[in-house]
Structures are given as C-alpha cells and as structure tokens.
C-alpha cells in the first residue's frame, strides 16, 4: 500500500500552485467584499488545460481520473483560494460526467471542447424550491413538442448561473403519479436561453464572487439533440456525477481547513503576549494540532474514495463519508484559526473569518450531514431506513 503522490502527481500540484500564485489571498479578499465572477482566474486555468483535467483526451481534456481531479481542487483551494476558487471551475470537473457516460459522439464533440477550452461556462441546474433533496419528486416539466420540449419551472441555489451559456438540467418528462422507481427524470445540456430563464441572484454569508441563484424557467425549449440518453431515465445519469462530486468538494474543504491552519500557525508564531509567542502556549497549540490531524485523516479516506471510483469499484460509503469527514474537520481547523487570532480573527484583514464562511458550503451541500449519516446507517450497517 502506497500513499505517495506519483511523479504526475506532484507535477499536477505543483503546476496548480503556479497558475494560483498571482491570484493572492488579497485578490480573493477583494471578490468577496465587491463580488464579480473570478473570470481572470477562470481563463488562467483554462489557458494552462486544466479545466478538462478529468476530460476524455479526444475532446480536449487531459483524461486522468478524480484522484487527480481532487489533487487539483484540493491545492487550489488549499493556496488560499477556498471554496470561492474552486467554485470558480468545479463544474468543469464533475458536472458534464454523464455526457462523457452516456452523451453520443456527436453530443460529446459538440458538448465537452467548448466547455474544457473556457469558452462555455455551465450551470448544473437541479434542486427545486419544494423539493429539495428529494430529487424524485422534481416537478419542473418538460413536455415533448416533436424535434423539441418545451420547459417550465423552478430551480434554487444554482450556482454560475449569472455566468453560463449552457445549462445541464434534470426535469420530468413523465407526470410523477404515473412514475415507479426512479423513472420519470430527463437530463438535458441545452444552451441557457436568457429570454425564457429568469435568474435571481441569492445574497449570501460567503462566496460572494461566484453567484447563486434562483431559476424560473417559462417556456424553454430544448432541442431533442440535447437530451442526454434515453427519456424518463435521467435520474439514473446523474447518479454517475454524485460520488466524484462528493470526493471533489470534500478535498476542497480539506484543502480550505489546511489554508485556514497555515495562517492560525504563522500568526501564533509572530504574536507576543506577555513576552513569548502565544504558539508556545498549548492552549493554542492543541486545538491546531488536532486540526492537522483531523484534516489527515480526512484527506487520507479522500484519497481512498477516488481510488475506488477510479479502479471502477463501489465507493457510495467511502465518497459520503469522505465529505462529511472533510467538512467537519474543515470547519473546525477555519473555527479555531479565528480563535488563534483572537480579536483581529474578527477582522476581514486576516482573512480566517472569510474562510470560516465559505466553511459552511462543503457542510450544507450537495449533501446535508444527516443524510449521510442516514446512508451510512441503512447502506453500510444495515439499519432500518429512517426517511
């Protein structure tokens, strides 16, 4: 057993750091009190090839697997970044995997080079007002008119949305009552029709620069061509998508609690109180090296849940806990980063607060913490299924 990074992998960091350096803790600093799309570091990481870094070859993507994908958004968010960078180009990662799954060649060719070069941005539109995580039960329509459909609904925090050019969308295609299972949901990659979509920006705690919204979709229509695989079959497509989508935005937040731990470190070795640093105090030092140790651990099942995605082997438990593990250990690390600077951990300057914030994100989505825990319960130890 090795736990390693491979020579390509080192290099994969090491470039990412690179390409992030000029995109300093100031200039993220700056997105979030103005907000404004990062769209200059969008196009840095667009002109260095990495925005299809798990994208087949043929179309213009690098074609390595999520243990490289995570690699990458871990050390993005892990300069400083956070979850504001990595916002930035995490749907470039997961979010066309069922068009590389299930898309024909043609959708493939005409889809994936536009959105790895930059030129396409994408939303990932899905969770409805009333739904929620009960995503069977999605009631935005699309109701099939010959060559086309034609879309009406609602969506709820979609992020990129103010953004995008195209839009990957699940909607029903079939009335719920008359649905077994998970049949009823179509998945489509269609253009992001401005005059048949309005789009709500959500004010919120953090995240600033990359904007969430509200959806109201009236009368949109989609091309039959932009239907991903078969009708009423959609639900089962972006199944593909959750587990890499869990493993990213867990090494994301790990990469987040490790920025937040390397400023608590610097600060508690530069303060003096009462003539000595305050780092050599282990009220201070204990809760930080707990910190470092919770984010190992967390990073280590990371790694383990993109190893088994990319051997092809079942990972639903270790890519679920993964996420849950680095949220809560990232939240911490970003808490007591705060603490480590006490007053001035309040002030927008030392940047933890703005950390703590965007902390949040990888806590609420995609996936609540109990959910999980539910999962956890009825998959891996057989309990009774409690929702």
Not at 94 to 105: A, I, K, R, S, Y
Request: overall charge negative.
């Amino acid at each position: 057993m090795n736990f390693a990074f491979t020579p390509e992998q080192e290099q994969i960091r090491d470039a990412i750091e690179r390409v992030c350096t000029p995109f300093d803790a100031d200039y993220w600093a700056s997105k979030d009190r103005d907000g404004g799309f990062p769209e200059d570091f969008h196009r840095a990481l667009a002109e260095s090839g990495w925005l299809g870094i798990a994208m087949p070859e043929e179309f213009g993507g690098a074609g390595l697997g999520i243990s490289e994908a995570s690699l990458m958004m871990h050390t993005i968010s892990a300069t400083g970044a956070g979850l504001s960078g990595a916002s930035a180009v995490h749907m470039n990662i997961f979010g066309l995997h069922p068009v590389v799954v299930f898309g024909t060649q043609a959708q493939k060719q005409r889809m994936l080079p536009q959105l790895i070069s930059g030129k396409d941005k994408a939303c990932f539109a899905v969770t409805e007002p009333n739904t929620g995580l009960n995503t069977l039960k999605l009631r935005s329509f699309a109701k099939r008119e010959g060559d086309h459909y034609v879309v009406h609904g609602q969506k709820v925090f979609i992020s990129t949305a103010q953004e995008a050019s195209k839009m990957l969308l699940l909607a029903r295609t079939k009335p719920v009552e008359e649905c077994k299972g998970t049949e009823g949901l179509s998945l489509f990659y269609t253009d992001f029709d401005r005059s048949r979509i309005e789009v709500r920006e959500i004010d919120k705690m953090g995240r600033k620069c990359v904007d969430t919204n509200q959806l109201f979709i009236d009368g949109l229509r989609v091309s039959l061509e932009d239907r991903i695989g078969e009708e009423n079959k959609g639900f089962e497509y972006i199944l593909h998508g959750m587990n890499p989508e869990r493993i990213l935005i867990a090494a994301e937040a790990v990469g987040l609690g490790r920025a937040a731990l390397a400023r608590a470190a610097g600060y508690a070795n530069e303060r003096e109180v009462f003539g000595r640093p305050i780092g050599k105090n282990q009220a201070v030092q204990h809760p930080l090296a707990e910190s470092w140790m919770e984010l190992e651990a967390a990073h280590l099942m990371v790694q383990k849940a993109a190893w088994l995605y990319d051997q092809g082997k079942p990972c639903g438990a270790e890519a679920n806990s993964a996420k849950f593990l680095a949220a809560e250990a990232s939240y911490r690390a970003c808490e007591r980063a705060i603490f480590t600077h006490g007053g001035m951990g309040y002030a927008r300057e030392f940047h933890v607060e703005r950390y703590l914030r965007e902390a949040w994100i990888p806590r609420l989505a995609p996936v609540s913490p109990q959910l999980i825990l539910c999962f956890i319960a009825e998959k891996v130890l057989g309990l009774p299924k409690s929702y």
